[in-house]
Structure formats: C-alpha cells, structure tokens
C-alpha cells in the first residue's frame, strides 16, 4: 500500500479560500468516503505486523492533513467575520439626523412665565376644569342664571336629556373656581387659576370661542385696595418685564367684587408705550365670601382676572387672535 504525498494534499488544501472550496476538500479527503480515510479501511488485508507500521503511517496522515484543514477553516471564519465587520461598521461619531421638536406655544410660554412668577409669591396654582356646572360659573359668584350679567357671557351649555347634563356648561370665566378653591385653601390663601374659558361668539380678529384667562384670588385679614393694587403693580411689572407701570383704576361693575375695577396700565411693553385694559379685579364680595364658608366680617379678600390671550396679542403684536389656535405650522414655528 503507498500512501499519497501529503504535500500534494496541503498545497490544494491551501488553495481553499471559500467554506464550499472547503467542504468539497472535506469530503475529498477526510468525510466518510474520502481517500485518506479510506485507506483505515484497507488495513484489513494486511499482516498484523503491517497493520501495525502502516496504521501508524496512516495515522500521522490522517491527524497532519485534518489539523491542517482546521486551522485552514478556522482562518476562512475569521476572515469572513471581519470582512462582514469592516462592512458593516457604525460610525457613532457621524451626526444624526435632527428630529423636529416641538416647542410650547406662545400662550402657554406666557403661561408658564406667569406662573413662576406666581410660584415665587407662594400662590397655589389650580386650572380647574373646562365643563362646570351653572352654580360654580354663575351662581357662586354671585350671578344667578337669569342676571343680565349672563348675557355678557354668552355661554355654551351642554345638550343634555337629564336635569344634571343641562346644568353644565363650558366655563366663561376662570371665575367659576373661586369657591370651589375658597373652600379648598382658605382662609387665608393665595391662589392663581390659569385656564381657557369660552363663550358663543362672533368670531374675528380680537374674538375667538375659546381664550385664556388668569383669575388670581387672595383672602387674609385687613385686606384692602391699597394691597390689591400694590400687588397688581407688582405682577404686572414681572409680566411686562419692566419696572415703570403706571395704573389706573376705573370703577367697574362685575358682580362678584364690590368694588369692582377695570385696571388700565400705562406701561412700556417691550420697547413701546402701550396703554393696556387687560385686567378686571375687585374686593371680592361679602356674599361671594360666604357662600364659600368665609366669615366677610372677619376676612376680606379681592380677585383679579387677566385676559392672557389678549397680553399675547399685544407682546407679539397679532393682528388676529385666532393665528393661536389655527394650527398653522408657518406661524407657530416662527417664535
Ligand atoms: N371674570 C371676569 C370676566 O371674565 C374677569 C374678572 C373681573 C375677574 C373682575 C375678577 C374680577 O376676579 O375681580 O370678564
């Protein structure tokens, strides 16, 4: 028996370069009817002797030709592994490309400034809800549903079957949680009620169905209008950002205050003279006090609202209200 030149067989092993050229040499060579192999088989008709020295022979053959394929495989993985990871390789220092963020819209920018505002005052910060019913919007500050003053507020009711659904409606006025939040935190307390209120109304540039409004309400002992006017000077020097505001205080009626005022301020708003009528505000009426469980002998207390949409309006010079809710990307997206 002559055993082949294992030279021959390790110089075509070395011209595998792909796992296919591979096995096609494995089962050539070393598999079940490979030719290496196979010579175990023809041991049998030797000599014992013979046996012996050959199956040595063949032995060293065997393990020199199948040590040689498997580093020869294990350096075809390799390779094939790092040219996969060459390929595919992720440069995390590349930049991305940037997502569109939203940011928050110009009433709720003021909104928050206001609040901080607020905040740093120890007022507590409440937004009510939209839906109410008649007594909270109406009735608890002093209005009852037939008043004249409903028709300064031309209210959105619910259309509703049951006698609970036709007395809720959308609230006109940020109001309507006075005695809710009385009740809640006083007396004495400090609260401020930021929300969007409604009403029916024709719409054009200065009127919309919906709009924001603050309502700030205070409650302590001795509390007059000097007090309701140097904390109005104050706040609207922090939300006008400048410390020249000059009010005026006119007489006004609005139900739940006694006295009510309209209050102009005089002021440089962002760089110009401005005269503004944004705020109504008042001492909170005896009657207002006691319906929400506050001795008016003991407390006296006043409340003030702010129309936020129309302070938006005049900061960002709009010529028409509605260019906040329209959702038109071009405006929202240039500030
Ligand atoms: N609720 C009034 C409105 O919607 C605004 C207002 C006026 C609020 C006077 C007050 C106030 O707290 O004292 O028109």
């Not at 790092?82 to 997502?99: A, F, G, R, Y």
């Not at 005022?261 to 440089?268: G, L, R, S, T």
């Not at 929400?292 to 006043?302: H, I, K, L, T, W």
Request: charged content about 25%.
């Amino acid at each position: 028996m002559i055993l082949p030149d294992p030279q021959t067989i390790l110089a075509e092993l070395a011209t595998c370069t792909t796992e296919d050229q591979l096995k096609d040499f494995f089962s050539t060579y070393l598999g079940k009817k490979g030719s290496v192999n196979g010579l175990f088989k023809q041991l049998k008709d030797l000599s014992p002797e013979e046996k012996k020295t050959k199956g040595q022979e063949i032995k060293a053959l065997f393990d020199s030709v199948n040590n040689a394929f498997m580093s020869q495989q294990d350096e075809i993985k390799r390779a094939y592994r790092d040219q996969k990871l060459s390929e595919e390789i992720v440069d995390i220092s590349t930049p991305s490309n940037p997502l569109p963020l939203g940011h928050a819209n110009l009433q709720n920018q003021l909104r928050r400034t206001v609040e901080q505002i607020f905040q740093g005052m120890w007022f507590h910060i409440e937004y009510g809800h939209d839906l109410v019913d008649t007594f909270e919007n109406f009735s608890s500050v002093n209005i009852p549903p037939t008043h004249p003053a409903t028709e300064m507020h031309d209210t959105l009711y619910v259309n509703g079957e049951s006698k609970e659904w036709q007395k809720l409606m959308m609230r006109t006025h940020t109001s309507a949680h006075q005695n809710e939040l009385i009740r809640k935190y006083g007396p004495a307390c400090k609260i401020m009620i930021p929300g969007k209120v409604y009403r029916n109304e024709n719409l054009d540039a200065s009127h919309d169905v919906a709009f924001w409004q603050v309502e700030w309400v205070v409650i302590d002992k001795w509390l007059s209008i000097g007090h309701l006017k140097g904390m109005m000077e104050q706040i609207l020097q922090g939300i006008l950002e400048t410390d020249q505001v000059e009010l005026r205080l006119r007489p006004a009626y609005f139900p739940f205050v006694e006295p009510g005022f309209e209050i102009d301020a005089k002021a440089q708003v962002w760089g110009k003279d401005k005269r503004l009528e944004i705020l109504g505000a008042g001492m909170i009426h005896p009657s207002v006090l006691e319906q929400a469980g506050v001795d008016p002998n003991e407390y006296s207390g006043f409340a003030f609202g702010l129309g936020m949409t129309r302070l938006v309006a005049i900061r960002y010079g709009l010529s028409d209200i509605r260019l906040l809710t329209n959702g038109d990307l071009r405006f929202a997206k240039s500030f």
